[in-house]
T-cell receptor
Framework: DAGVTQSPTHLIKTRGQHVTLRCSPISGHKSVSWYQQVLGQGPQFIFQYYEKEERGRGNFPDRFSARQFPNYSSELNVNALLLGDSALYLC?????????????FGQGTRLTVV | GQNIDQPTEMTATEGAIVQINCTYQTSGFNGLFWYQQHAGEAPTFLSYNVLDGLEEKGRFSSFLSRSKGYSYLLLKELQMKDSASYLCAVRGDYGGSQGNLIFGKGTKLSVKP
């Protein structure tokens, strides 16, 4: 059974460009969350989606947006990239939000903005 | 506000026992998680506590005291492969969500021969 899969694994973009990151949750999981992890820090919550609706949003600017599709996969979009957006972007899936179950993480997308 | 504190770095010897502490102050509490993260890789789940007390899973144990806002991860019989960052995370009410995780900065553990 496949775990959480993210694509691409690595990406290099120029300042001002936009980027789309993709995530497929574990089969049967309906909740997807996105996290940003800057080098040397813990992951920071960006978005949570459940049943295609946004259920939570962290302290990130409007340049960050996301959506969830009917098959529960998700996209994270970042516009007008800044150097500070360089980070590991992690997707986590769980059965439903708020339940006493662990979140499973994908391998992440390493974004470098130059 | 949300605040999770854990030591930045720790060093221990192969075969020994190490305890990694975590204190937290969060709005809402729906469980505390410990994750292991090797450099350049995704976090992998180690343990989950929602009630006070000790949870044991092989060489790893995790303890929670909700009244003190305190948890620790205990690693026994340390192996070289245990060298990694250990992340303490609280599932709390943040950003309008009850399901997301609030992470500490992580504790980088180095196991020496």
């Amino acid at each position: 059974d496949a775990g959480v899969t993210q694509s691409p694994t690595h990406l290099i973009k120029t300042r001002g460009q936009h980027v789309t990151l993709r995530c497929s949750p574990i089969s049967g999981h309906k909740s997807v969350s996105w996290y940003q992890q800057v080098l040397g820090q813990g992951p920071q919550f960006i978005f949570q989606y459940y049943e295609k609706e946004e259920r939570g949003r962290g302290n990130f600017p409007d340049r960050f947006s996301a959506r969830q599709f009917p098959n529960y996969s998700s996209e994270l979009n970042v516009n007008a990239l800044l150097l500070g957006d360089s980070a590991l972007y992690l997707c986590a899936s769980s059965l439903v939000p708020g339940m006493n179950t662990e979140a499973f993480f994908g391998q992440g997308t390493r974004l470098t903005v130059v | 506000g949300q605040n999770i504190d854990q030591p930045t770095e720790m060093t221990a010897t192969e075969g020994a026992i190490v305890q990694i502490n975590c204190t937290y102050q969060t709005s809402g509490f729906n469980g505390l998680f410990w994750y292991q993260q090797h450099a350049g890789e995704a976090p992998t789940f180690l343990s989950y506590n929602v009630l006070d007390g000790l949870e044991e899973k092989g060489r790893f144990s995790s303890f929670l005291s909700r009244s003190k806002g305190y948890s620790y991860l205990l690693l026994k019989e340390l192996q070289m492969k245990d060298s990694a960052s250990y992340l303490c995370a609280v599932r709390g009410d943040y950003g309008g969500s009850q399901g997301n995780l609030i992470f500490g900065k992580g504790t980088k553990l180095s196991v020496k021969p």
